[in-house]
């Protein structure tokens, strides 16, 4: 196992990979006591944090496994569903699985995910349109939304 931490223009990428696939990429204000040296696969995952920042990649293609119950994979594959430069809110990811009295209870597992822009939980909003929780704080959600909709020249760059 391997945990690095990679820059980012927006804090740290904590990488954690078990030899043949990320366990965690999580964001962290500072490098960690417990970084052990890189590895192919963390390699790997840093380099496609690169291209994301840069414009360059919308989807990770990178192996990754997290772990969780049935029903927080479910949210995160659904979380993965959702296109670059998108947002939903809680709400219409709640149809969008066919749970729409789950708003919380999904609301729960998307705070839960540790794939950090990997599973685009930043791209859930509230229904009134307005950032809601994120577990790397409300700047950097903001700052992944206008990277993305001023790479897909969605509208104006200032989205909130």
């Known amino acids: 196992m391997a945990v690095i931490y990679h820059p980012t223009p927006i804090g740290f990428a904590r990488i954690e990979?078990?030899?043949?696939?990320?366990?965690?990429?999580?964001?962290?204000e500072s490098i960690g006591e417990d970084a052990t040296g890189f590895?192919?696969?963390?390699?790997?995952?840093a380099k496609q944090l690169d291209e994301y920042f840069a414009g360059?990649?919308?989807?990770?293609d990178f192996p990754f496994q997290q772990k969780g119950t049935e029903?927080?994979?479910?949210?995160?594959?659904?979380?993965s569903n959702i296109g670059y430069g998108e947002s939903i809110?809680?709400?219409q990811l709640s149809k969008r699985m066919n749970n729409p009295l789950a708003i919380r209870a999904i609301a729960s597992a998307n705070g839960k995910?540790?794939?950090?822009i990997v599973v685009p939980c930043h791209r859930v909003i509230g229904s009134d349109g307005s950032l809601t929780g994120y577990a790397g704080g409300l700047w950097r959600k903001q700052y992944l939304l206008e990277l993305e909709a001023r790479i897909m020249g969605i509208g104006q760059t200032r989205l909130f």
């Open 113 to 116: 995910n540790n794939m950090w």
């Open 39 to 45: 590895s192919v696969m963390s390699i790997l995952a």
């Open 17 to 28: 990979d078990e030899g043949d696939h990320i366990l965690s990429l999580t964001v962290a």
């Open 71 to 79: 029903f927080q994979q479910e949210v995160w594959k659904n979380l």
């Open 56 to 60: 360059e990649r919308k989807v990770f």
């Open 89 to 91: 809110s809680y709400a």
